[in-house]
Structures are given as C-alpha cells and as structure tokens.
C-alpha cells in the first residue's frame, strides 16, 4: 500500500486549494484512475487540509503499481498543473508507514485541530465513493475497515476528541451545553459582526439554535448579516429589549468603550427576572462590564476566560496524545502482521493438501485391513489421523505467524518450500 | 439459593459501581461504561432477590420492618440511577447517587431493626397506602437532593470559568433545575399522601380505643416541620417558571434533605413512638402492617401499637400485658 499526497503540514494553501477534488471531480479521477491503472486500488481523499491518494495493488496488479511519480503526474494531470510545481510538495508513504499515516490521519491525530471530529467522516466519505465507484480492493478494504476501527478505539479509550481547543467550539460545548439542555427554544442575541460570532453562531445552530437577532450600530449591516444567518436585524437603540429576552449572548463590537456597562444592564437584568444568560464577551476590549458576570444567573465569559479553558484543553490533550499513539502502533503491527500473513496463504495450502493426500491413502489402506471395525471406530481413526496432521503442522503454521509480524517471511517460505517440495 | 443472597452482595456490587464511577476522574478505559452498568444491574438483582426473599418468607413484607424500608429506598434510588445512566451514560451520576444508596443500606444494615411486624388486617390498606408514600417522597427527596448537589456543583463551575474537570460530566443546569423542581412537587404529593393516610390510621386507631400519638413526637414533629417547608418551598417556586428557579431550588431541596435526615435520625436515634431506641420490640410486633409501613417510614404518627379489638397492646409508657405476635 501506497499513500501519496499534501496536508497543511508544509503545503501552502494556495497549493493545496489547486490540488484539492469536489465530490464530482473525486468521482470523475477514480473513474480515470480505473481506465489508467486498472486492477490498482485506489482511495482519494481530499479535505480542505489535506489531498491524499492511497493506491495498492495484490497478485497480478502489482506490477501496474503506480509509483510516486506517476501518482504526482496523475493529480497534476487531472488538475492541469505541471507536474514539476507539485513534486516536491508531495510525500509518499509505503507499506507500514502508509498504514500508519491513513490511521494516524482517520483518528485525526495528524489535523490542524487535532481531535476534531469531521475527519473521521470525511476519512468514511471518501472509501465509500472509492467503494461505489469500484475502486477499492482487499488491501484497501481491510486498510480503511482497520481505520475507521482504529479512530473508533482512540475516540473511546481517549478524551483526545472531547477537549476542544478552538474558542467558539469551548464557548459552546464546554460552557453553553453546560447550562442550557436544548437550543431550539433559546433566543441568540449577536452583537457585531466578528469571525468568531459566526463560527460560535454555527456551533449553535448545529445544535438546534435557530431564533437569532443580530444588533449592530449600521441597521444595514445588522439586516446583511441577519439574511446570511437566518435571524432578524434589530436596531441598536433596541439593544436593551433583546438583551431583555436574550438566553445567549455573543458579542464582538469593535467599540472601543463598554457597550453594556453594570448601570445599564441593572435594568435589563429587571426584566429578565432572573432567567439564566449566557454571555460570550469576544470583543476586545470587552463589550461587556465584567461586574455584570457576578450577578447571579448571569454566565459572563471573555476570550481571556476562554483561551484558559483551551489551554487547559490543549494540556489535557498533550497527556492523552502518548496513549492514542500507542493505538495507532498497536492497530498498525496488527494490521500488517494480519497483511504479511496473507502472503503466506498459498504456502500454508500447499501444506495442507500436500499432507491431506498421504493422510487419505493410509487411511484407505489401514481400514480395508480392519473389515470388522464398526463405523465409530473407523471415525475415531479418521480423527486421531486429523489430530496427528495438526500437531504436525502446527510449528511450522505456528513459526509462519511469528515471522509475518516483523514483514513477509519470505526465507521462512523459500525454507518451507525446499522442505516440503512445494512448487508456486 | 435465595436464602444465600445477603446485603453484603448487592453492597459490594454498589460499592464497585461507586469506585468505577470514581476511577472515571483517574484514567479512561473503553469497557468502564458496560462494568459500571454490570455491576448496578447485578447488585439490583441480588438485592430483588434478597427483598423477594424476605417479602416470600416474612409476613407483613414488603415494608414488613425499618430494614425492609431502608432497603427498598435505596433499591428505588438504585433503579433511578440505571435508567439515567442507561439514556446518559457520559454523566456521572453515580458520584452523587450511589454514595447515598450505600448510606441508605448501611444504615439499614447497622441501625435500622429487622424484626417483622404482626399484621393488623383491618389498617392492610392504610398502612400500605402510607408506608409506601412515605417510602417514595423520601427517595424523591433523596433524588432531588442529588440533582440540587450537582446544580451547585456545576453552577460553581461555570461561574469560576473552568472547564469540566476531567472524567466528571454533570447534566446542563437547566436540565437539573428541572428534575430538581419536579422532585419537590413530587415530594410534597407524596408527603401529603403519607400524612393523610397517617391520619386515617390514627382515626382506626381511636376507633378501636387506642391512644393517638403525641403530636410532639419527634418524628411527627419533624416530619410536618418537613411538610411545611416543601409546601413553603412549593409556593415560592410556583411564583418562577422552571428556567427561572435555579438555584432557589437547589437550595431548597438541600434545606429538604436536612429535614429528611433529622427525621429519620430521630426515628433511628430517640425515643419515639416511631421505634425509638428504647422501645419494646414486643410491642412493635404488635402493630400489624399499619405501623410497619408506618413506622419504618418514620413520619406518621400513627401509634406503635394497634389492634381494632384495643385490649392487648401497650401504650408507651404505660403497663402492658403483651402477647407477642412476631412473627419470624
């Protein structure tokens, strides 16, 4: 197996972004994949991280293996790039190291935000279109069944996946979910228009949220972004009655003063009659007097909080990392050792039937001479035969097994074949 | 086989459930979710058996002793605690359930009496009725209790900024202020339920020319201090809707488990018509499945003797002539 391919390790972006596949263009290349190397497995993976072809090839395919090479020459191709700009941009990994890397990345231990959950999905998206478009193979079958396998033991022997560590994704799943059970009847206020308010407004939606007003000091700007965000605009001398029926706040003003000072908000705070908000401060400076977070009810976070929880995150992350790749090397050494085993496969047939025929014809030969043996005792005959056959076979089968960890065990095999007689 | 089941069983499958529960907090593990469910279940079915057993092969069961009632309390919060974990097997329930499971069984264990009660036909119903009451507005309590222990808990928590601390994932406050606000309407239904038919009990009781008991009895006492103060508790929350109540209920329900905690301390612990310390057991005996329930319960004040023909009973503090009904 073969993985050849750019991640946001070391690759540009504007490299990445000529590289990458729509779904249709990932169809349309496995589809030219199949008539250019045909028999050659293929999996194309293609995020806005990464852009990765796994290629492998068993029995008569493998001499149309593609190469490094050719696999650059294929992208830069089908993307109408030359091949030298892409070349040095590439890596490639083979055999364990390409197993390891395609677990490494499905656990996405090797993402931007390591933890984050969409590579899994991603990692499944693309082995299903490789699989309906009839891509994949053996080797690429068990490869991603190995991984997603994989993923799974690290997300639930791990909290690798649990620790966010982006601000908005801490806002919301480490504070907001702490206080309120659903979204879908909670009331979104966004003040100002910041990057982080729309990620943060994103998480929340996901979850359900979907009656969201938007405060800005331009009515204009409140009503683009309401549009954008499926809310409605409100005008910014109405900020005191949405912030009096408000469950969420997030803020992201560019104000250089407070926007809600502790005297302002006594009054809102009135009307609300002590209904619990949560209020996301991005603004810096703050938008909000941090006296208004010790009201009771009132959740007040600011990046500053924020960044605390995520570096805690991030340190409880770093401890968990050791043990994830412990995984992926366990999960590694197993696949492999299960992969080199196959090899052995014909070797341990011919054994099997290179025993079974002598076995047979003593059989014959030793029944004939006992005529009065009744049918039990002749299967009791048979199966001390058997039993023999087996313990026989078994150091041999057994030393076949204990090579095929460490790689093919090809003297193994060559020994075995001379032994035996055995022809390939 | 049955007959093998003894409460240590079932307390030590608890006890395990607890320290998995506590072990989230040290390291992970992929199979501690299915243990820490095994052992809960396993643990309930050794104590189904062990109260089936009893409620076989003791008259009056279940409910038939203060033993029986503590037992089945704590296997009610037993049975809580699975369904939760069952439909929320991330939060750490156990943290705060389990430890009051095994107070509930080890003070049914070490303190509580285990002497069956004769019956009383004639009470059969009111009794069961109010030991039964009773025996659910404490486990409401109880639950309430826990959920108001995890609202601080967490509530302290989001307002110190911190993120939550490894291992340990509690329910949303506003999902605990719910459970926490229905608990107390529960609890209030309950008592008022175990009180009314407390009182049915004592009019029996006059009808068959027995004494009523004191209003001043301890646990009497406490146990109407207690209804006051839900129904109190009640009123105040009725006035916010549920998203608004919060902490108020937190507290309120803490305040609750104090009442419950002195009630039954005075029930295990003074001399009370409830089956204080002090009190002839013979004369517990005679009470029938009126007091049983009732007694076990620890909030009625329905006497600790009844008989409807009246003549063969002590009156606490008072000569007797007692021919003992227990039976074993």
Known sequence: MQVVGCSHHGTSIALRERLAFSGEQAAEALDRWRRVFPGVEAV??????????YSAAAGAAEAAAPDRQQVAGFLAQFHRIEPREIADALYCHRHAEAVRH????ASSLDSMVVGEPQILAQVKQAYDLATRSDNTGPITHAAFQAALKCARRVASETAIHRRRVSIPSVAVADFAKQIFERFDDKHVVVLGAGEMAEETLRYLQDDGAHQVTVVNRSYERAAQLAEAWRGQAVAWDQLAEALATADLVVSTTGSAE??????????IERARHGRPLFILDLAVPRDFDPAIGERPGVYLYSVDDLLAACEQNRAERDRELPAALRIIEQETGRFMAELYHQATGPIIQQLLAGWQKPKEEELARLLNRLPGLDAKGQDEVRRAFDRLINKLLHPPLQSLRDESREGIPSRLMDALRKLFQLKD | MLAGVQII????????????EVSRMVFRSGVRGALMLGFAAAGLVAHTAYLYHRAVNTPGSPLSSEQDWYLIAAWLLVAVYLYLMWYHPRQSFGLFLLPLVLALIGVGKLLARSEPFAREPASRVWGLIHGTAILLATVTVLVGFAAGVMYLHQDRRLKRKLPPPRGVRLPSLEWLARVNGRALVVAVLMLVVGVVSGVVLSALRRAGGLDLLPWHDPVVFATLVMLLW???AVAITARYPIQRQGRKVAYLTLVSFVFLAVALAAMLLLDTAHGGKNQDNTARAAVGWVVPAAKAAGF???IAESDCSGSRFRVPGR???VHSHTEA
């Open chain 2, 230 to 232: 839900l129904l109190s």
């Open chain 1, 102 to 105: 395609l677990f490494t990345v």
């Open chain 2, 9 to 20: 069983c079932f307390a030590a499958s608890y006890a395990v459930a607890f320290i998995l």
């Open chain 2, 300 to 302: 009625t004040h329905v």
């Open chain 1, 258 to 267: 407070t926007v809600v000072t502790r005297e302002a908000f006594a009054g």
């Open chain 2, 319 to 321: 000569p007797h002539n």
């Open chain 1, 44 to 53: 194309l993976l293609s995020t806005c991280n990464r852009v990765e072809l």
